[in-house]
Nanobody, 119 residues
Framework: QLQLVESGGGSVQAGGSLRLSCVASGDLLSTYCMGWVRQAPGEDREGVAAVNVDGRISYADSVKGRFTISKTENTLFLEMNSLKPEDTALYYC???????????????WGQGTQVLVSS
């Protein structure tokens, strides 16, 4: 069973940057599609970025050019630059099947880390 623990959230002013990390244990990241999903208050969860087992990366249109996803053997990262107030959300690290990666569909979830961007 894969366990995921996020860190790196916090409060930042618009235009600032944050780096989220997700440490995985219990299994190898290399066998999963890994991604970040966020949920703003009162909103549905939104896929933000995903990296598949073959290295292919997908981004939501709203974050393209500002966010960068990367991973090591057991850690997933999300580098967030030029942050906007609308990026405020609870950010989840997630893992799923390589076959549904581009659709941001996952079945393992972390507890989430809060990102607050003020104007």
């Amino acid at each position: 069973q894969l366990q995921l623990v996020e860190s790196g959230g916090g409060s930042v002013q618009a235009g600032g940057s944050l780096r989220l990390s997700c440490v995985a244990s219990g299994d190898l990241l290399s066998t999963y599609c890994m991604g970040w999903v966020r949920q703003a208050p009162g909103e549905d969860r939104e896929g933000v970025a995903a990296v598949n087992v073959d290295g292919r990366i997908s981004y939501a249109d709203s974050v393209k050019g500002r966010f960068t996803i990367s991973k090591t053997e057991n850690t997933l990262f999300l580098e967030m630059n030029s942050l906007k107030p609308e990026d405020t959300a609870l950010y989840y690290c997630a893992a799923g099947s390589p076959w549904t990666c581009a659709n941001f569909r996952f079945y393992y979830w972390g507890q989430g880390t809060q990102v607050l961007v003020s104007s």
